[in-house]
């Protein structure tokens, strides 16, 4: 386990966080100068937005807006996608969910980085609306920067 920031994480979250990182400046570079973003490759698409499903019910924690006892879905679309069920708190069995978000793994990591906006992201909400904007909200809260 390694201190990164303010929290502490095993050395492969620390370097899946690292690649969000160096992926997230390099998003502000080129739109600084004008480039296409950059776009990862699905593996590591699929890595990072794996470890962001994971890193949800942690993200609530930070934030102060756990919900013990209920879940979201997650459909995130394309290649590097796939579906994810996950608490709303830390150390709690995934529930049946209440809400389904569907979205694509790009938009989603991009929102994760603070990249782009929760309303910004496009994605379906289906089922508790207010859970899946709270969810959505509080996505970007590992964000170090």
């Known amino acids: 386990m390694v201190v990164f920031h303010d929290i502490t994480v095993s050395v492969d979250q620390l370097l899946v966080m690292r690649t969000g990182e160096l992926w997230a400046h ?5 739109r600084a100068i004008g480039r296409p973003l950059p776009q990862l490759d699905m593996e ?5 937005s794996a470890e962001l499903m994971a890193a949800v019910p942690l993200a609530m ?24 069920t996950v608490p709303l708190a830390p150390q709690m069995q ?8 569907v979205t694509d793994p790009v938009g ?3 929102v994760a980085v603070r990249r782009l906006s929760p309303e910004q992201l496009d994605a379906a909400i289906d089922g508790d609306h207010a859970l899946g904007s709270l969810v959505l909200a509080g996505i970007d809260a590992l964000a170090r920067d």
Do not use: H, K, N, W
């Open 94 to 101: 995934a529930a049946e969910p209440e809400v389904t978000i």
């Open 108 to 110: 989603l990591c991009q």
């Open 26 to 30: 390099s998003i502000d570079i080129c």
């Open 61 to 84: 924690a930070y934030r102060g807006s756990t919900m013990p006892g209920r879940a979201a879905r997650f459909v995130l679309t394309g290649p590097a996608g796939g579906t994810y």
């Open 44 to 48: 590591r698409m699929a890595t990072l």
